[in-house]
């Protein structure tokens, strides 16, 4: 087994995450617990995953000659000495290998936004006429946007919307363009107080959740809004949409959701007023497919390093789902395996052991998670076993949230691929059910 490589994430809340891909094994798993562990990373200017990469191996470059602190520009990055030989070790293997596969494997994060989206033209112009009556000073539409994971919606809204921003019609009315992940902000004071902060007002605490739209409203009334909620069906009290579609004058209100019935279940008194427009975004099929993934390689490989059969086991493995992050999670790991060797091509042998590698592939990704859900992830990871008994454990380290939201979290980490759940019915305990992290199996607890 050669040396682990390893990359690294920031998150705007918790700072800079290691992630250790490349060689795998129980080797790797010492050293990233070592690492995660003791590591303290301050990284103030970075954002987006190589950038704080980049800022780490040049940390990690400059100062190659000490053991245990580093100090780059910009960054201070402190380190126990085992943590440290291991990533030195860990960057020597980056240095000497990889770089003549990747040109710039940022275009393989889910996250990464392409130009145009292929595919999704209508789609794209059926959101961005929601928007339209706004730019001639009227009220805009609302619209449901929903569909399986991994198909384009939240790309389709992010690309309107930075249209939006980036060509902004002079002669039109000014209009504030607001994001927000509701799987992060669950609730209608943390979506008052994200969308305070996105209008620039930072100083929300303290302030309850009336007093958190108020400063909503006038900032907004003074232009127009539109408000794009996605993953909507994960918020717990939808008040958000009464306010909003009452108390702001002008404006477009986008949810997107994997679950159009959630809306079934809304208020009937917000159902009766918003009255939305609907779109479907459908599986691709495996042409379409198979032309997305080739392009988001040409972006992230150097050209003609992937052999056609490689690439068609990849398609032939996601076409039945569509997903594309799944499909990019297969391409990076195979270019990762290929690394490993040294390979100059990435042959049938790497994309099988991408695709062995498949259980490791959580649907959404885990930076979306909210706190506690995350607190919970970590627990499920770390122990695995019935809920109830992990109930318990949660509680005796200090977690808050009541059964029924443990229950509702363990649910969205299921759908979201993160752990398995299976029900057991008629055990000694009656019904319960097992939980794990998704490198275990279920038969160990
Ligand atoms: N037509 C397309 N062309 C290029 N890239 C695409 C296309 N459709 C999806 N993608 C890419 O696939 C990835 C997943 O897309 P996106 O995040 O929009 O999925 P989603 O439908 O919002 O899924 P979820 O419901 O799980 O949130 C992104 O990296 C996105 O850029
Ligand atoms: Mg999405």
Redesign the pocket.
């Known amino acids: 087994m050669g040396w682990p490589s390893f990359h690294c994430y920031w998150d705007c809340k918790s700072g800079l995450h290691f992630c250790l891909t490349g060689a795998r094994g129980i080797n790797a798993k010492a050293h990233s617990g070592d690492i995660t562990t003791t590591t303290h990373i301050i990284l103030p200017e970075v954002q987006g995953t190589s950038a704080g990469e980049r800022l780490l191996l040049q940390a990690l470059w400059a100062k190659a000659t000490i053991n245990g602190v580093f100090v780059g520009r910009n960054t201070t990055i402190l380190l126990n000495v085992k943590a440290a030989n291991f990533l030195l070790m860990g960057f020597k293997d980056i240095t000497n290998k990889g770089e003549h596969l990747f040109k710039n494997e940022d275009a393989l994060d889910?996250e990464?936004?392409?130009k145009n989206?292929?595919?999704?033209e209508s789609q794209h112009k059926f959101i961005a006429n929601c928007i339209t009556p706004l730019l001639q000073g009227r009220n805009g539409r609302n619209c449901i946007i929903s569909?399986a994971?991994?198909?384009?919606?939240?790309?389709a809204v992010k690309l309107v919307l930075k249209d939006l921003e980036e060509n902004p019609d002079v002669n039109a009315p000014d209009i504030a363009v607001l994001y927000v992940n509701c799987w992060q902000n669950n609730s209608t004071y943390k979506i008052f107080a994200e969308l305070c902060e996105q209008l620039g007002y930072k100083f929300t605490q303290n302030k309850n959740t009336e007093d958190l739209f108020k400063i909503v409203q006038n900032i907004v009334n003074k232009k127009s809004a539109v408000f794009a909620f996605d993953e909507v069906d994960k918020v717990e009290d939808v008040n958000f949409l009464y306010n909003i579609f009452t108390d702001i004058l002008k404006k477009t209100i986008l949810m997107i959701t994997?679950y159009p019935q959630w809306y079934t279940e809304v208020d009937a008194r917000i159902r009766s007023r918003l009255l939305p427009e609907r779109i479907d975004?459908k599986q691709y099929n495996r042409e379409e497919l198979a032309g997305?993934l080739k392009?988001?390689m040409e972006y992230a490989f150097i050209q003609g390093i992937w052999d056609d059969a490689a690439f068609n086991l990849i398609v032939d493995k996601v076409a039945p789902t569509g997903d594309?992050?799944m499909g990019?999670y297969l391409l990076r790991e195979s270019g990762l395996a290929a690394d490993e060797q040294s390979a100059k091509k990435i042959t049938v042998e790497y994309a099988k052991c991408a695709l062995s590698k498949v259980s490791d592939f959580s649907?959404?990704p885990e930076s979306e998670l909210s706190v506690d859900a995350k607190d919970i992830l970590e627990l499920i990871k770390s122990q695995g076993g019935k809920i109830g008994d992990l109930f318990r454990l949660y509680q005796e380290q200090g977690g808050v949230v009541t059964y029924k939201t443990f229950q509702r979290r363990v649910e969205e980490l299921s759908e979201g691929g993160f752990i398995d759940a299976k029900k057991v019915v008629g055990g000694k305990d009656g019904t319960t059910t097992i939980l794990s992290g998704k490198n275990k199996s279920l038969d160990e607890f």
């Open positions: 889910p990464w936004l392409p989206l292929p595919y999704r569909g994971p991994g198909i384009g919606k939240t790309a994997n975004f997305i392009n988001r594309i992050r990019l649907i959404k």
